[in-house]
């Protein structure tokens, strides 16, 4: 009985952290949509010009703590 119970809430648990992984994503994918469009004011980029970049520039810029920082509501003002 308590192996019946546990694996009900392992599943329970589970599901609900499917649906908010998806979720998640979602949204994620919402606000890169969103910057994206306001980001190029309904321009579009040449296919030509689209390429894949090295890996080595790519840690470049993710690597910098002063890209994009992450902070709290209340200091947030200070950032944009």
Known sequence: MKAVLLNALRL?????LYFICFDG???LAML???A???GT???TI????LRAAPASRLMELYSDQ???PSVSLDEIG???
């Open 46 to 49: 040449d296919p030509d010009r």
């Open 32 to 34: 890169w949509e969103s």
């Open 12 to 16: 329970a648990a589970l599901t609900a």
């Open 66 to 68: 002063n890209f994009l």
């Open 25 to 27: 994503c979602r949204v």
């Open 36 to 38: 994206w469009r306001e």
């Open 78 to 80: 200070a950032h944009l």
């Open 41 to 43: 004011q309904g321009q």
